[in-house]
């Protein structure tokens, strides 16, 4: 299905470094994965990782998006052309016309296209390890599933499924069939946002006190006709898409999950846009240790910042979430990274963490962990309550 141009989500030339990896920082990420079994140390074990890893790096795995929408077009396959440890093998539409001008671009085969129909198909090709859900919200769960019953590995886009039991049959289906899934939460291989976390969770300036992070994109300026408004497709408003991008750095910074939330809904000053889904919405997340983080997400101004302040010092990033032009500074001056291509660092990210057989970063507990929050802040909204997170 095709996605709505978002404003202010432009493609551009990328300046980028695939030499900067995601640790260099040597930042510490939230601790979300699967546990694996420790080696003994023994020369053994020490061989088989060796040989793995040399596999590894010898390997590319072919992925295949489901769904050739804006941030497919724009982002992803582009990003699959600088990828080192992955690569465009295939692509599964319900639009014939783009069949042609995909495998022009891309050089994919005849038989590594699908539609929605013949989708299962998949599962008797070789060439296709990895499947990329970058469909409607409201679709994600059924094609998570489906790939993982055909045994590919998965990548989801945010937010993971619009319901908490969805998210759990895409853990359980993905778990039956012994295949990875990963959520395509991009800043997490971002240096910008691992400066964040390394900030926050190594207390660089002392203890976190507060957490600042808006993250707003102006949906009228075009035609109410597209799925993000409706609520049957994308599960909610602007939370379920950029609000989310919120959640995740309040949580990354901290390195822990919030333990309640209370939240409004904003005034509705646009009815023929927002008649099913919220146009804004403001929540404040509490930690186990007291810290706040406040938040605001709408669809009808513009914003993008993560900021925190902590007993020592302060910092801020803005724009924080956006593909390109990155900038931030701390208490200590400003913070000085190269403009990375994001998408393709976290394919590479997350296509290494599979064949090496190893947790990757951003799982699918984690997705799980970010669908309860927004429920649960949905729910504060409604009932003018503070509500308790589940764990």
């Known amino acids: 299905m095709n996605q709505k141009p978002i404003p202010n989500r432009r493609n551009f030339i990328k300046r980028f470094s695939l030499a900067l990896g995601t640790t260099a920082l040597g930042i510490p990420l939230l601790n979300l994965s699967s546990c694996q079994s420790e080696g003994g140390g023994n020369e053994q074990a020490g061989t088989a990782d060796q040989d793995q890893q040399e596999q590894a790096n010898t390997r590319k795995l072919g992925i295949a998006l489901v769904g050739l929408g804006q941030y497919s077009k724009e982002q992803l396959a582009p990003a699959l ?18 069949v042609a001008e995909w495998q022009k671009a891309y050089n994919i085969a005849d038989k590594n296209v699908y539609n929605y129909q013949n989708f299962d198909q998949i599962k008797d090709n070789p060439d296709i390890d990895v499947v990329y859900v970058v469909l409607p919200n409201s679709m994600h769960a059924e094609y998570t599933i489906r790939a993982a019953k055909a045994g590919k590995h998965v990548i989801c886009e945010k937010p993971m499924a619009t319901t908490v039991e969805d998210c759990q049959r895409m853990l359980d289906a993905c778990r039956e069939n012994n295949v990875t899934l990963a959520i395509g939460y991009r800043l997490h291989f971002e240096p910008y946002n691992q400066r964040v976390m390394e900030l926050g969770q190594k207390q660089v300036f002392g203890k976190v006190k507060s957490i600042k992070a808006d993250n707003s994109q102006d949906m009228t300026k075009d035609s109410p006709d597209v799925w993000r408004l409706d609520r049957k497709l994308s599960g909610g408003g602007p939370l379920m898409d950029v609000g989310i991008y919120c959640v995740q750095g309040a949580c990354y910074t901290m390195g822990r999950d919030p333990v309640a939330v209370t939240a409004q809904f904003g005034k509705v000053t646009n009815p023929e846009y927002f008649k099913d889904v919220e146009e804004s919405i403001s929540w404040q997340l509490e930690f186990p240790d007291g810290v706040i983080a406040n938040s605001n997400t709408s669809y009808s101004t513009e914003a993008n910042l993560l900021a925190g302040e902590a007993e020592n010092g302060w910092w801020r990033v803005s724009p924080a979430y956006a593909y390109d032009g990155k900038e931030g500074e701390t208490s200590e001056g400003k913070m000085d990274y190269p403009q990375v291509f994001e998408q393709a660092l976290q394919m590479d990210g997350i296509s290494q963490s599979i064949l090496e057989n190893k947790p990757t970063k951003v799982p699918g507990e984690m997705g799980l962990r ?13 009932t003018g309550k503070r509500v308790t997170i589940p764990a």
């Not at 970010?370 to 409604?382: N, Q």
């Open 81 to 98: 052309k600088e990828t080192k440890h992955c690569y465009l093998a295939g692509i599964v539409t319900g639009t014939p016309s783009k």
């Open 370 to 382: 970010d669908v309860k929050i927004m429920e649960a802040i949905y729910e504060a909204a409604r």
